[in-house]
């Protein structure tokens, strides 16, 4: 990795203390901290880890955005965060495309920034509001955002799946009910010809 002289903005250096500090434990045991540091500091290290991903995936928006490693020849920034991390293709573009997602989901962005839910939670949340229908409007896919932000609270990703799949039932009983109704009748069409 390249590293830089002095990091000019606040997100570069934080980046930086957060290397330094990993350094400083590199090699610490942590045979001496008793059961309830120990759970304390891995539920912690779980809430950080929520908060880098959610980093990483804004910078790499932005670096997508910025259209970064192509001065190089990288057809894209995820192809050139793949090569300069060595992380695989897939990986990097799942990073971009959650940068990008977060965007436009503000209280998903939010909760995953300051640890509030986890990665896998945050994913399963975008891809839920990602199949709504494109008929729902901007406050009930509000509604419906907040709703799998609270079932998070007691869920995990798994299981946020499983509501997500029902979440048009439950935000819009109505209009679910007669997309249901208008799937329902095209398919009997379909089989009928």
Do not use: F
């Not at 057809?75 to 300069?84: E, P, Q």
């Not at 896919?141 to 499983?162: F, I, M, V």
């Amino acid at each position: 990795m390249t590293a830089m002289a002095q990091p000019r903005h606040q997100v570069s250096r934080a980046a930086t203390q957060l290397e330094t500090t990993l350094d400083d434990v590199l090699d610490a045991s942590v045979w001496s901290m008793d059961p309830a540091e120990t759970a304390t500091t891995l539920v912690t290290l779980e809430r950080a880890e929520a908060r880098l991903v959610e980093l990483k995936a804004r910078v790499a928006a932005h670096a997508d955005d910025l259209h970064v490693g192509g001065e190089i020849g990288a057809s894209c920034a995820a192809n050139w965060l793949a090569h300069a991390t060595r992380t695989t293709r897939s990986a990097a573009h799942h990073t971009v495309r959650l940068g990008h997602a977060l965007e436009e989901h503000r209280p998903t962005r939010e909760a995953l920034a300051t640890g509030q839910i986890l990665a896998d939670q945050a994913r399963v949340i975008l891809r839920a509001l990602d199949q709504l229908p494109d008929t729902i409007d901007a406050p009930t896919r509000a509604r419906a955002e907040h709703h799998l932000l609270d079932a998070a609270t007691e869920h995990d990703a798994k299981a946020l799946t499983r509501l997500g799949k029902h979440l048009y039932e439950v935000i819009a009983p109505e209009e679910a009910d007669a997309h249901e109704a208008a799937l329902l009748e095209k398919e009997e069409a379909a089989a009928a010809r």
